[in-house]
């Protein structure tokens, strides 16, 4: 009760939503190539994002794995360098480059100095649009992947993870981990990372963010030197994934002194005119497993059950779930996955209080432009707002969006949102009274 | 799994290239009971990072309560004299900030980051807990039980942290620096709210702590509203932090753990290493260079060539260095053998690229290259600037100076090949060393998988 009232009294007092003074200018390069900018001389570097849509989806039908190791070979040598020879280039300029995929978009990120911007981008530019996939490099990633599949097939967390995919989205490249599997990663060869590299790296899915000590004309004819190599046209974009998650709960035995509990149901798209109430929502249940979430109270300040758990939306570019975890002791895995369900019926049928809508603007709307400190962190953002399909002026228009968000608005989104009905639980460990089955009535 | 080991290794080391101090306005200030302030001054964005850091860590812990310090630090989040448990992050929270803290073996911290208008109310809730702190009984024993579940997840349930945790306990052979940090498990399962009290008593107070706000502030305003809110706070004149030390190593030591949950077995090698010292960093910038020579870029980096890319024999190679601690320091290399080769020919191989090195020395291109990183390490430096607020706490509550950690970067550039080498020679010395290795059973040894 106290913490209630004085929480309110702190809320009124400090209440003033920040604004995120963030000025994006869009610019075009000559070539064609479009751009959110955020000029800032201070510091003499620059941040630079880039995002090519589609990622581990374009994974042909039998490669899987094919886009991840050919983005793991981007750096491996390219042009007239080898894979030596590219490192130290790069660093010779203290250059930083870095590739990584999800199943939506293959994302570069690179950070260079102002006084040897010319040779960074000639050195990038060879990586994105002359890789060598040279034979021994080829099997050197090649290898490391295979280890990091092992390391994988050992870990309960990401066991019970790829289980819950699996069974939402089957055989879509959705529902298995990017690495492919073993047999499918060995099966690869440089004609498929060849195919890999022309389907996923092309002018007509690129979005680009840059963020530093850089003028627009100066970024537009960077950009044409970086990408203007790359073809305009990649693979085609496949279609929608269907989620087919069935109820219930599946145990997989595992030796260990916890389960890793990984749960979720369908979830919500990022273009649903609900999404950012849902957001919003799922802020108040679980979102970062922040101290005071209602699943952080109820499963680790209340109960000493465990250490954090989470939930977050699933926007796939292609479907979408509310997904989340946790890792309890064995023995109490039962209480644990019954506060869980109880919790996700709570939310559904009471929905939030007044309270709790009134805390998460202010929360929500002070957080948002935490997003914005520092030029790396600027570019990051900017990047996932336009893989969001999110406007460069959204910036400004979003916390009004939160603030104006109704009780009834929230609540008529958690009832759609959690069905405790549709919860799908996946536990891998040795769980006390937890058994592969329907979800059994709750006690 | 595997790579991102690697690629967070990576990291770190690009990370301790910087020295932090940059090329801002940095104030500190001294209140008169005992309080040292830092400002960082970044005006980008309206930001703030608000930190206090106390000069006390788990090797500050006394035999038999392994884990005080880190169960003290969540005790904090607990409630005062005034505010209820969890009220601290439910303000934090309500007014759109988020905040954490951490425990090493020498220092605790706890930090917000918020909306710079928001400072104040940071300075509030933080004064209080310095001194006002209630423990009641049944919050402390559902706590308890959260760390054990810590524990748990973040120990138990991975081998590679039994294993560090091992080679911690056979590299320290008196210093509390053997024991792990967040505690024994059966240490941790018999702490009290009376010996986290007794603990908070004897460590927490403002001769023994460091406020660091960086971000949108002016230092005159910081100082102003720290004398109003920590000011008032008594000094305890605590006692110096004494701490058993250990003899000189003369034995190198193995430890070899098998678990079925290993699927990718590894070897670690940590040799005992001198840490920043003050008015001598000197060496301790040397092995900052030396990780970065023997485990930088795995296609450029003397162990990457000679394991990875020659001799094929590993798929990932790393060394790393953390220069700042009260006491001593572990200089960490790290192989990931490739598929079918053993662990013991790794080994072997290891110890040969570095014999190599220790004879033939550094290529000069090599070092050229690494020194024009260390420049530019300081200009990314600046853009994290809650990064570079960290660093001045490490390093102020390993009792170096404000003119040590300003003077760290030129340290850093200062460090010659000849420097590197002598570091080196000194400290790769296997007398010096623990080497794990970390492996699934063997054959006919099933272990807890054959249940």
């Keep these: 009760m106290t913490r209630i009232v004085l929480g309110l009294v702190a809320a009124l007092l400090f209440a003033l939503p920040l604004r995120a003074g963030v000025a994006v200018e869009e610019v075009t390069s000559p070539g064609g190539i479009r751009a959110w900018l955020v000029a800032e001389p201070e510091i003499p570097f620059v941040a630079l994002e880039i995002g090519f849509r589609g990622g581990s989806s374009l994974d042909p039908g039998g490669a899987r794995g094919a886009v991840r190791l050919m983005v793991g070979l981007l750096e491996e040598g390219a042009g007239e360098r080898d894979a030596r020879a590219f490192a130290e280039a790069r660093e010779a300029l203290a250059a930083e480059f870095g590739f990584d995929v999800d199943a939506d978009s293959v994302t570069v990120s690179a950070r260079f100095l102002t006084e040897n911007r010319d040779e960074a981008t000639a050195l990038l530019r060879d990586a994105l649009t002359a890789p060598r996939f040279d034979a021994e490099a080829i099997e050197r990633v090649r290898g490391q992947v295979a280890a990091s599949i092992r390391a994988d097939s050992q870990d309960p967390g990401t066991l019970a993870y790829w289980a819950l995919l699996a069974a939402a989205f089957g055989s879509d490249p959705y529902g298995s981990s990017d690495t492919g599997s073993a047999e499918s990663l060995a099966a690869l060869t440089r004609d498929d990372l060849v195919a890999a590299h022309g389907a996923a790296l092309a002018r007509d899915r690129v979005h680009v963010a840059a963020v530093g000590d850089i003028t627009g004309p100066e970024l537009g004819r960077l950009l044409d030197d970086l990408l203007g190599g790359l073809p305009a046209t990649g693979a085609p974009l496949p279609g929608p994934a269907a989620v087919a998650l069935a109820p219930g709960i599946t145990v997989q035995p595992f030796a260990g002194p916890q389960s890793a509990v990984v749960f979720g149901q369908p979830g919500i798209d990022k273009d649903d005119p609900d999404f950012l109430v849902a957001f919003v929502v799922n802020e108040v249940m679980g979102q970062g497993a922040r101290f005071g979430t209602r699943l952080m109270a109820a499963l680790r300040e209340e109960r000493g059950l465990t250490y954090g758990v989470d939930t977050s939306l699933y926007a796939f570019d292609r479907g979408a779930l509310i997904v989340g975890g946790f890792q309890t002791a064995n023995g109490r895995a039962a209480e644990a996955v019954a506060v869980l369900r109880t919790e996700w019926a709570r939310i559904a049928t009471a929905g939030l209080t007044a309270e709790e809508l009134a805390a998460i603007k202010t929360y929500a709307t002070g957080e948002y432009p935490l997003r914005f400190d520092g030029n790396g962190r600027i570019a990051a953002n900017l990047l996932a707002m336009q893989l969001d399909g999110r406007p460069a002026d959204y910036i400004l228009h979003r916390n009004g969006l939160v603030e104006a968000i109704t009780l009834e608005e929230a609540n008529r989104v958690a009832a759609r949102l959690y069905d405790p009905a549709a919860l799908r639980i996946v536990v891998v460990g040795e769980p006390a009274g937890v058994v592969t089955g329907p979800l059994p009535p709750l006690p | ?451």
């Design chain 2, 1 to 451: 799994m595997a790579m991102a080991m690697i690629r967070a290794l990576a990291l770190v080391a690009a990370a301790l290239l910087a020295g932090g101090a940059g090329a801002e306005p940095v104030t500190t200030f001294r209140l008169d009971n005992g309080l040292e302030g830092v400002v960082i001054e970044d005006h980008r964005a309206p930001v703030v990072v608000h930190m206090v850091w106390y000069r006390v860590g788990s090797a500050d812990e006394t035999a038999g309560r392994s884990g005080l310090a880190h169960f003290l630090e969540h005790l904090m989040f607990k409630g005062t004299a005034t505010r209820a448990p969890g009220e601290f992050s439910a303000l934090v929270d309500a007014n759109g900030g988020s905040d954490n803290a951490f425990t090493s073996w020498d220092y605790t911290g706890y930090i917000q980051r918020i909306a710079a208008d928001r400072l104040e109310l940071m300075m509030t809730l933080e004064a209080d807990r310095m001194t006002n702190l209630r423990l009641p009984e049944a919050e402390v024993l559902t706590e308890r039980d959260v760390v054990l579940e810590e524990r748990a997840q973040n120990t138990e349930s991975r081998p590679g942290a039994l294993m560090a945790e091992q080679m911690r306990a056979a590299m320290f052979l008196n210093h509390r620096y053997g024991v792990p940090n967040i505690g024994w498990r059966h240490e941790i399962a018999a702490l009290t709210a009376a010996d986290a009290e007794a603990f908070y008593r004897a460590h927490y107070a403002p001769d023994n702590a460091i406020l660091i706000v960086a971000g949108d502030v002016t230092a005159a305003a910081v100082e102003a509203l720290a004398r109003r809110h920590y000011g008032g706070i008594a000094a305890r004149d605590l006692p110096p932090r004494e701490r058993a030390q250990d003899p000189p190593p003369i034995a190198e030591r193995r430890v070899i753990l098998r678990d079925p949950r290993v699927a990718q077995p590894y070897l670690s090698r940590w040799y005992l290493a001198p840490v920043r010292r003050p008015g001598e960093q000197a060496e301790a910038a040397a092995l900052v260079v030396l990780a970065e020579i023997l485990g930088g870029t795995g296609a450029t980096s003397v162990l990457g060539r000679a394991l990875e890319f020659d001799g094929k024999v590993a798929i990932g190679t790393s060394a790393s260095y953390d220069a700042t601690g009260v006491d001593s320091g572990l200089f960490a290399i790290g192989v990931i053998p490739a598929a079918g080769v053993e662990v013991a020919a790794a080994e072997a191989a290891l110890d040969a690229a570095l014999d190599r090195f220790l004879t033939g020395g550094i290529d000069p291109e090599h070092f050229a290259r690494i020194r024009m990183q260390v420049r530019a390490a300081e200009v990314f430096a600046r853009d994290n600037v809650q990064g570079r607020a960290r660093r001045w706490g490490e390093a102020l509550t390993a009792g170096l100076s404000v003119a040590d950690v300003e003077g760290w970067p030129a340290a850093l550039q200062a460090v010659t090949p000849e420097a590197v080498m002598a570091a080196a020679r000194t400290v790769l010395d296997r007398r010096r060393s623990v080497t794990g290795w970390l492996l699934a059973p063997a054959a006919g040894q099933a272990g807890e998988a054959g249940k």
